[in-house]
T-cell receptor, first 111, second 114 residues
Framework: SQKIEQNSEALNIQEGKTATLTCNYT??????LQWYRQDPGRGPVFLLL?????KEKRKERLKVTFDTTLKQSLFHITASQPADSATYLC??????????FGRGTSLIVHP | DAGVTQSPTHLIKTRGQQVTLRCSPK?????VSWYQQALGQGPQFIFQYYEEEERQRGNFPDRFSGHQFPNYSSELNVNALLLGDSALYLC?????????????FGPGTRLLVL
């Protein structure tokens, strides 16, 4: 069955450092991979979408890589700030465009 | 520009009852999807509505049903509530012809079943 794995343990980093979150998947050939941010008690907020034929995508301080051979995506936040503290969800979708979400990784940026 | 809105924000029900949750999509969006998010888990797709019809459905029993109105707003109905139905219910809207897979989520309705 399809499986999406994100680190269940929270990632703690110091302000100003680069945060790197990992999303691994198995038994899946997604056409699209998305990253969302979710704050406690709120709905997810779309951040970035990357297609299977794209290796890297950037948006301001965010960078996403997509390696379909390794079946892995890395999500980077450079110059992290305490306001970046949240849960980050990885979501995969195929031709139906319906995303399948991972459980998310909590990021805590310490001042 | 109003984003996705959902009502109510919180709800407490008892086992066996029925519940209706409501969603208004982002202005200009014509497609509404519903998700269930249990504590500590990612959202799970329930179903999607477009042109007032259920277009796709996830692995949820028939107790979960929905409706989309001509103004694109939507309802999620859950019958015969179980304790396990306690979760955050999220509505997401998108534009079928828009950027692939991009969905805008509402704040959710927190349902507690006692």
């Amino acid at each position: 069955s399809q499986k999406i794995e994100q680190n269940s343990e929270a990632l703690n980093i110091q302000e100003g450092k680069t945060a790197t979150l990992t999303c691994n998947y198995t038994n899946y050939s997604p056409a699209y991979l998305q990253w969302y941010r979710q704050d406690p008690g709120r709905g997810p907020v779309f951040l970035l979408l990357i297609r299977e034929n794209e290796k890297e995508k950037r948006k301001e301080r965010l960078k996403v890589t997509f390696d379909t051979t390794l079946k892995q995506s890395l999500f980077h936040i450079t110059a992290s700030q305490p306001a970046d503290s949240a849960t980050y969800l990885c979501a995969l979708s195929g031709g139906s465009y319906i995303p399948t979400f991972g459980r998310g990784t909590s990021l805590i940026v310490h001042p | 520009d109003a984003g996705v809105t959902q009502s109510p924000t919180h709800l407490i029900k008892t086992r066996g009852q029925q519940v209706t949750l409501r969603c208004s999509p982002k202005s200009g969006h014509d497609t509404v999807s519903w998700y269930q998010q249990a504590l500590g888990q990612g959202p799970q797709f329930i179903f999607q509505y477009y042109e007032e019809e259920e277009r796709q459905r996830g692995n949820f029993p028939d107790r979960f049903s929905g409706h989309q109105f001509p103004n694109y707003s939507s309802e999620l109905n859950v019958n015969a509530l179980l304790l396990g139905d306690s979760a955050l219910y999220l509505c997401a809207s998108s534009l079928v012809q828009g950027p692939t897979g991009t969905q805008y989520f509402g704040p959710g309705t927190r349902l507690l079943v006692l």
